[in-house]
């Protein structure tokens, strides 16, 4: 019996990367995955992935700064499943910008969808996870790095927010924990592999001397998803290879 079995959970950003890989393996393991992302085009491809090895999913088209579509899409997943036990705020951009470069405008866009969008799926999912008797959100942050100011910051949000999250819905029996990744070959991280100086930095920083693959950030949100974390709320697991901070 997978891992998952009898769960319905919502993944946002699982179009691409480590969204894509998390949404295959909750398949794998049995839940009901609503896949959501702003690309429609991604979105299709993976759920005939995950369809092809007779997995349960549906996909939205979702923006995950936009509160309507949290809203519909809440009340879609709860009219197809009577609850929801799994969230995972996944959904990210960078702009790979330092602080003096970064414009007001930038800054806005950066947090609507990496601080908002967590903010709006905390929101939104409690009442279908009360349905369900309790819950797991996941919200995925990041270890940090050089030359993204508003990204880094929009992260530091979202990481008070899991905290401030973990407080209010632990009598409704909804546990919220955070994933902290290091660099991880994915579409946000390309222009970092592309360049082999800049590449050899960053590995050459961690213990275990290569990149991360989304599967190896996807075993760790699976494990925070499920019952194997019951008595987890509120921590932060970092899932880095042993990067080096100096
Ligand atoms: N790749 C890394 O090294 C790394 C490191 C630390 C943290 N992270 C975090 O992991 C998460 C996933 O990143 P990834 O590397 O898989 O990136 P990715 O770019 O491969 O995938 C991100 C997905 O989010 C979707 N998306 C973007 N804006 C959206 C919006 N407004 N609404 C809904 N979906 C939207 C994109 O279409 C894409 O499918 C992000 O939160 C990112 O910040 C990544």
């Not at 602080?99 to 800054?107: D, G, H, I, M, V």
């Not at 950066?110 to 996941?138: H, Q």
């Not at 019951?230 to 990067?243: I, Q």
Request: with cysteine.
């Amino acid at each position: 019996m997978g891992k998952l079995e009898g769960k319905v959970a919502l993944i946002t950003g699982a179009g691409n990367g480590i969204g894509y890989s998390q949404a295959l393996l909750f398949a794998q393991e049995g839940a009901s995955v609503i896949a959501t992302d702003v690309d429609t085009a991604a979105g299709e491809k993976l759920i005939r992935e995950i369809q092809k090895k007779n997995g349960k999913t549906m996909f939205f088209k979702h923006d995950v700064a936009r509160e309507e579509d949290w809203s519909e899409i809440i009340a879609k997943v709860t009219k197809a499943h009577g609850k929801l036990d799994i969230l995972v705020n996944n959904a990210g951009i960078l702009i790979q910008k330092d602080l003096e470069n970064t414009s007001a405008k930038e800054w806005e866009k950066v947090f609507e969808v990496n601080a908002k969008g967590p903010f709006l799926g905390c929101k939104y999912v409690a009442g279908a996870m009360r349905k369900a008797g309790g819950g797991s959100i996941i919200n995925i942050l990041s270890i940090g790095g050089p030359s993204a100011a508003a990204y880094e910051a929009s992260k530091g949000a979202v990481q008070l927010l899991t905290k401030a999250a973990a407080i209010d819905y632990a009598k409704d029996n909804i546990r919220v924990n955070s994933i902290y990744p290091g660099l991880i070959e994915t579409s946000m991280t390309e222009e970092i592999f592309k360049d082999r100086v800049q590449r050899n930095y960053f590995v050459s920083k961690i213990l275990l001397g290569r990149a991360g693959l989304p599967i190896e950030v996807a075993k760790a949100v699976l494990f925070l998803a499920s019952d194997d974390a019951s008595y987890m709320t509120g921590s932060e697991l970092v899932v880095d290879g042993g990067y080096i901070t100096e």
